[in-house]
């Protein structure tokens, strides 16, 4: 059944950020459930028990890599878990035989041409910026030749947790206001050092941010690394991973993270498909969201939508995260300033770390002049008035705001839970540790960042000068 925005409007209508935080989830997974129907573009054909992977109906020719565990790609990185998965990517762990060591491998769909990308990681790489160390990096490439195609295949370092898992399996504890801090220090640095040579990322979200190990993941044997999970691959009638009860069933065994394929018509599968589906498994990392006692380290990471063409045109694919958009980006103010817009899906990002809840509430209606117009009326209503530039850009403001950029219904709130000035919404989800003091200099930082015109949006090299950031540990 499809989601609609006056389910997710009551959702967010209860109180309580743990309430919010599903809110939230509950969009994130329904737009991308929409999204994986519409790339599918066929008829579902297979069955499987995870609503947390990717789409079988993907592993067509083009599409993803039929990847199995135990399989060995470029005779030397042997598969061990999933890790994740993207839009044109799914990412694995896997064992480099060669060098003994574990590295991360982003296996891209045959369809997706990654050499830009491997060249902006590169330009990275060769940086003295000291920010470098916050961009996840680049040890290897290869081509892989797979039933699906030919796949460019990228190897990295491993990394735990990206921020929404870490802000799920976090649900409910604070977080501190030094690591609080710190965090918008790496990551500021990691943005500045992207755009010191000549890039602009172009999808800036919580799912790209993610924490670095904070142990050798080296010195364990792969039974030590896979020991949080449950990789035994269960028949295609084995009840337990449907979740039914069962007498036999040993309460002590972790859930099954893999889960068996089979068509729907029961006809054999082809050579395309994988035998069976593997459900994102994050490394653990160690972050606490405390700070001290445990240090920790956090990357910004996908370099699939970068450019190094920083002004925009009319035409240029959509790759902001729909939440995530700045005005220039969601009006399409030609040419806008890619750099400014990473500014911009930055200031949001961190706001929802820090406070734990999306500052902007942003529905997807049918309707895209809807979903855009209810996305400026929201931001009009926690950053203020629109300026009068941007309002002239947005074709339908005059049934949202009035001459001077106010909102025409202030009191209306879509739902009673997102809207209020940021003021008020910092103070409803800030740490509880941080002081006066610490509240007014993270909000003059985030409002730098959320500058409705990109002239006066503070660029990341600015942002690091900040009297927000000063005060951090090195």
Request: charged content about 25%.
């Amino acid at each position: 059944m499809r989601a609609r925005a006056s389910d997710f409007k009551r959702l967010a209508g209860l109180v309580g950020p743990l309430q919010a935080l599903w809110a939230a989830r509950l969009q994130r997974d329904a737009a991308a459930a929409t999204s994986r129907r519409n790339m599918a573009g066929q008829l579902r054909k297979f069955e499987y028990g995870s609503a947390d992977a990717e789409s079988v109906e993907f592993y067509r020719p083009g599409g993803f890599h039929s990847t199995h565990l135990g399989d060995l790609l470029h005779g030397r990185n042997r598969i061990m878990r999933k890790l994740g998965f993207e839009q044109s990517s799914t990412v694995w762990l896997a064992r480099d035989v060669e060098k003994d060591r574990y590295v991360c491998v982003k296996i891209c769909t045959a369809a997706a041409d990654a050499a830009d990308e491997i060249g902006f990681y590169q330009a990275i790489t060769a940086s003295a910026h000291p920010g470098r160390v916050y961009v996840q990096r680049l040890i290897d490439h290869f081509v892989h030749r797979g039933p699906n195609g030919r796949h460019t295949c990228l190897v990295f370092e491993p990394l735990g947790r990206n921020m929404n898992t870490f802000a799920e399996s976090h649900a409910g504890r604070p977080i501190t206001t030094v690591f609080a801090r710190e965090l918008c220090r790496q990551l500021v640095l990691a943005l500045d050092c992207i755009h010191s040579v000549g890039l602009a990322h172009r999808d800036i979200h919580p799912g790209d941010a993610l924490f670095s190990l904070s142990h050798d993941l080296d010195s364990k044997s792969e039974e030590e690394v896979n020991s949080d999970v449950n990789l035994e691959i269960p028949s295609v009638d084995d009840d337990d991973n449907n979740g039914d009860d069962d007498d036999d069933y040993d309460t002590n065994r972790l859930p099954f993270t893999i889960c068996p394929v089979r068509r729907l018509d029961r006809q054999p599968l082809t050579k395309h498909e994988p035998s069976y589906i593997c459900d994102p498994c994050p490394l653990p990392d160690g972050a606490t969201g405390s700070l001290p006692p445990v240090a920790f380290s956090a990357c910004l990471s996908d370099f699939g939508a970068a450019t190094s063409a920083l002004a925009s045109k009319p035409g240029d694919p959509p790759t902001y995260p729909l939440g995530l958009r700045s005005p220039q980006v969601i009006l399409q103010i030609h040419p806008f300033s890619y750099q400014a817009a990473d500014v911009w899906a930055l200031g949001l990002t961190l706001w929802e770390l820090v406070v734990r809840e999306p500052l902007l509430s942003v529905w997807r209606y049918d309707e895209p002049e809807l979903t855009d117009d209810s996305h400026l009326e929201s931001a009009v209503g926690r950053l203020g008035p629109v300026p009068d530039a941007v309002r002239k850009a947005w074709p339908r403001a005059d049934s949202w705001v009035d001459a001077e950029g106010r909102l025409l219904n202030p009191t209306e709130n879509n739902g009673g839970y997102w809207y209020g000035d940021v003021e008020q919404a910092l103070e409803s989800g800030k740490p509880s540790d941080m002081t006066d003091r610490e509240t007014e200099l993270f909000l003059n930082f985030v409002t730098r960042m959320l500058a409705w015109e990109e002239e006066t949006r503070a660029s990341a090299k600015e942002l690091l000068e900040h009297a927000w950031l000063k005060d951090c540990i090195t």
